[in-house]
């Protein structure tokens, strides 16, 4: 009997245990389900919220983009079109009506060229997203260069680099790109400003997009390497005679880098802005000139659908980092999910 109850005794704490780590690993799905549904309902948001600015506007800018003699539409193709957007219901019909439209993947119809709006963007937006993509990796290089430099290089040298962010706030893109393409492309002959595709192009519109967003990352950064800095474990690793560079690299880099995930993310919507002026400014053929087009015209099923992409990037690259940055830090309290699992492991420990 007594060996009985010893056993069971012994079983009950890996029991509770067992329920313990099972409930551990329940917070982050809950987690990342809450994420996803936010991510979802702001989108539906953005896009029922751009819908309705455009129906509010004074007049009816759809019918009278259609009736414009320029766009040689016939009566029989502007009904066909105003039927297709619901023109002669209700607002809340319309909305209905796009938005289910929306959720299968239907964008619309220029009314400028009575071609599918997806279709529009489709073949544009690859010049965009390298653009974007470029810029980005500029960025973070220039900025990780600069804060390289804020730790490692002597005093003299260190200081002006803290002021190169302030400096990249406080010029604009644009004025960036007209200087680079006047020095590069007009005297030294790097590239040619008819050939805005070319590698040679797109890496100084690049450059020109990236510079000011490499200061919000560098910020951060910096900030983040001086409070590591003047914590205990650095001036331990410090005494014990290790160079400048290997205590940035193997010691400051990584705690410093994991507020930078955030302000990466945060940085997109910049990217995408920017990146609409860089492409009108060396030429390019994108999401901007596209854009230009639309509101010359009034093509506002195009504006519309831009907007609503241009949502659903900064949404989803959000999303991204909200779901990575709790598998970075474990530091991260999951909405008190942690307080809620150690009294059943502190109990069975017990």
Same mark, same amino acid.
């Given at each position: 009997?007594?060996?009985?109850?010893?056993?069971?005794?012994?079983?009950?704490?890996?029991?509770?245990?067992?329920?313990?780590?099972?409930?551990?690993?329940?917070?982050?799905?809950?987690?990342?389900?809450? !994420?996803?549904?936010?991510?979802?309902?702001?989108?539906? &948001?953005?896009?029922?919220?751009?819908?309705?600015?455009?129906?509010?506007?004074?007049?009816?800018?759809?019918?009278?983009?259609?009736?414009?003699?320029?766009?040689?539409?016939?009566?029989?193709?502007?009904?066909?079109?105003?039927?297709?957007?619901? &023109?002669?219901?209700?607002?809340?019909?319309?909305?209905?009506?796009?938005?289910?439209?929306?959720?299968?993947?239907? &964008?619309?119809?220029?009314?400028?060229?009575?071609?599918?709006?997806? !279709?529009l963007i489709g073949e544009i937006i690859g010049s965009t997203l390298v653009l974007a993509v470029s810029a980005l990796v500029v960025a973070v290089v220039l900025a990780f260069g600069i804060a390289y430099g804020t730790r490692n290089l002597p005093a003299p040298l260190a200081r002006p680099l803290r002021a190169f962010p302030s400096l990249f706030l406080s010029v604009p893109n644009f004025v960036i790109g007209l200087l680079l393409i006047n020095i590069f492309a007009f005297q030294l002959g790097l590239f040619q400003v008819i050939d805005s595709e070319g590698p040679a192009a797109t890496f100084f519109a690049a450059v020109a997009l990236g510079i000011p967003v490499s200061a919000q990352i560098a910020e951060v950064l910096i900030a983040n390497l001086d409070h590591e800095a003047r914590q205990e474990y650095a001036g331990f690793a410090t005494s014990r005679g290790l160079s400048r560079s290997r205590l940035f690299w193997r010691h400051l880099l990584?705690?410093?880098?994991?507020?930078?995930?955030?302000?990466?993310?945060?940085?997109?919507?910049?990217?995408?802005?920017?990146?609409?002026?860089?492409?009108?400014?060396?030429?390019?053929?994108?999401?901007?000139?596209?854009?230009?087009?639309?509101?010359?015209?009034?093509? &506002?099923?195009?504006?519309?659908?831009?907007?609503?992409?241009?949502?659903?990037?900064?949404?989803?690259?959000?999303?991204?980092?909200?779901?990575?940055?709790?598998?970075?830090?474990? !530091?991260?309290?999951?909405?008190?999910?942690?307080?809620?699992v150690r009294p059943v492991t502190e109990g069975a420990s017990a």
């Open positions: 009997m007594a060996q009985t109850r010893s056993s069971t005794t012994v079983r009950k704490p890996d029991a509770r245990l067992t329920r313990g780590a099972r409930r551990t690993s329940s917070p982050y799905l809950v987690y990342a389900l809450q !994420r996803v549904a936010q991510a979802v309902a702001v989108v539906l &948001l953005a896009y029922c919220f751009t819908f309705l600015v455009i129906s509010v506007l004074p007049g009816d800018p759809v019918t009278n983009t259609l009736r414009n003699p320029e766009n040689n539409f016939t009566e029989e193709e502007i009904a066909r079109i105003v039927a297709y957007y619901g &023109l002669d219901q209700p607002v809340h019909v319309q909305l209905w009506e796009s938005l289910s439209r929306f959720l299968t993947g239907d &964008l619309g119809v220029s009314l400028r060229s009575n071609l599918p709006v997806s !279709r990584k705690p410093s880098s994991l507020p930078v995930v955030t302000v990466v993310a945060l940085t997109v919507g910049e990217l995408l802005g920017g990146a609409l002026i860089t492409e009108t400014i060396f030429g390019r053929t994108g999401v901007g000139s596209l854009v230009q087009r639309s509101v010359t015209t009034q093509d &506002l099923p195009v504006l519309q659908a831009v907007v609503v992409l241009a949502a659903i990037t900064f949404v989803v690259v959000n999303l991204v980092v909200d779901l990575v940055y709790p598998l970075l830090d474990p !530091r991260v309290d999951l909405r008190g999910a942690t307080k809620r």
